[in-house]
């Protein structure tokens, strides 16, 4: 469906006061936290139509994550952030780089999700866990672990 065809199809309807966007993200999520094959081919055929939504490459990127495609992962949260930043997107991309063993890298992400939302315990937690793997950075593990539990 495209926008046009959702603004035709639900005018006047209580599902526009979510708005295009709100839609996809509904749907977005939903497909993303489905193991099925037909999620994944939903969510590209989404990117497809909609090839500058960052909400459907954030969520396309947590399915190839979850199926241990990180190569495949790192490049959609990568491109979902040249279309917008977030916290989210960033933390999702250091958990791809963590699954690559590359800790370094995964520290920066991480770090960069609690620049834009430092109130996440589990951005906290994960820089802690990032921070015990990569070398030189081991001294902000335990502070970044005990600020996830305060």
């Not at 599902?15 to 489905?34: E, F, Y």
């Amino acid at each position: 469906m495209t926008q046009d065809e959702f603004r035709q199809k639900f005018k006047g309807s209580p599902v526009k006061r979510a708005k295009w966007r709100g839609l996809l993200r509904n749907v977005s999520v939903a497909l993303s936290t489905s193991d099925a094959p037909e999620a994944e081919a939903a969510l590209n055929q989404a990117k497809a139509l909609t090839p500058d939504n960052d909400l459907v490459r954030q969520d396309l990127a947590g399915i190839y994550r979850m199926h241990g495609r990180y190569k495949e992962a790192i490049a959609e949260y990568q491109q979902s952030l040249r279309i917008r930043s977030s916290a989210s997107t960033y933390a999702g991309l250091g958990g791809a780089y963590f699954y690559e063993h590359r800790f370094q890298d995964a520290v920066g992400a991480v770090e960069a999700a609690i620049d834009l939302d430092s109130s996440d315990y589990r951005s906290w937690g994960n820089l802690g866990i990032y921070c015990h793997w990569a070398p030189g950075n081991e001294s902000k593990s335990v502070p970044a672990l005990n600020r996830a539990i305060e």
